[in-house]
């Protein structure tokens, strides 16, 4: 195995690595040359939580991308037509985008561009960036084989965000909102060619280039920043927030929100069995504290889409059922709360941390995620085998786990004193200093 396709085991979720196996064995049934590449490869390479894992084909993707629907239950979410790529979602929830690799010529600076079949390095050069502009084969001939024509892994190495060419950013000006994303995520710095490649496509106002369609495109992406409050303080700096929607200025930006919201999320312990669908809770606090009429004339403007919308609309109704359980007397054990939450929607979790008036409520919400899931995480398989005398192995293991985890959060069962670690037997003085008389250094 290559060192590559070790790191690739080794950095992915076991879900993640099993669609990488999936697409490979699947495009190679198929005669297809599939490559990982983009955000999967910059991630992976640069050491950061890897998101979705892209896949390039050479030649179009359709026919594999209608037999993982069929054969694996992947759930399209989103085409583009023009470039021949998918969004997907794989049952395990592994999100994975298939693209052709192609060349896309702008005839003006914003303009659809003409799209064409290309190579892998082709498709490579004509990307935004640098650090994004890197592929693995995973093809059986090179497997492994690490394709990088503007050196990418130099750029990751330096910390800085490079455009792939000279016009890179006048041929899709939506690019540079891309830019500030990643500069805000990642914490690089811009080149200093690319930073004044920017302040020429600013100064010639290209920025008005950018498509309605484009920018919900970034808005939904936003959404899944680690913290989205810090990107919109820097797209409002850079005078680039009005493009989404002229009324979200001052204390319309709500940025004591999206801290908020932060601090919410940072709660959930790394590793807890948590998971919350980002896009209608951030929609809710973007918008919170816009008018009726401003939020109308956003949702218009950007074209949202109505399932994306009600993700945000529905988000009070769907959590009132949650709300009463939780503020009801009957929840009075820790493992009431644990049992109602851990099958709660994590965005309906976080919305009433954020928004209930019911103190119960938030207390409960704020004990489960920084006291009971971090005592969970940590009872491990050999602890719950002391106390129950069976094997992981043995089919009644996972309730007898659950029996104890329940025991445990209520105070039933007791944590273990911890194991005592052996002391060194007694040694002569002296003794230990000795080295053993082979690896003496001679005198
Ligand atoms: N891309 C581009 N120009 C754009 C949009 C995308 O060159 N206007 C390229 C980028 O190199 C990117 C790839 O297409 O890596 C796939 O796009 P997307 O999935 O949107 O980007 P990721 O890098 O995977 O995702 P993100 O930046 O959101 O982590």
Redesign the pocket.
Known sequence: MSDYMFMLESHMRPQQFAIVQLVQAAAEQAGLNVYL????M?DMLGGFPL??V?FTVEGSPAKLVKQLAAKNGAVVLAEDALRKSWELRFPSGVVS?I?MAHEARYARPGAKPQVKPATIHEDLR????TI??IALSLNRASRGLLIDPTNGQGDLEAREIRTTGNYTLYD?P??IL?ML??KTRLGFEVSPRTQSQYENVREAKLELKITPE?LYHELR?MA?EPNPGLLIETLEREGLLTLFAPSITGAKLNLPGHEKLLKLRQMVPFGAEFHSENLGLFLFVLTEKLSAKERAGLVKFLGIPKADLATMTKLDAASKKLEATLKSAKLNRASLVYQTLLTAPGEQILYLAYKSAQRLVQDRIKKHLTQYLPGVIEITDQEVSNWCGLAPEDEKFPQKRKDYILGRLDGRIRKPAPEPVPEPEPQPPGRMLRQPSAARAPR
């Open positions: 590449s983009g955000g999967a910059r998101q979705d892209d985008g693209g004509g990307r935004d960036f994004n502009a899709d939506s690019r891309r994303r990643l484009q992406a899944d």
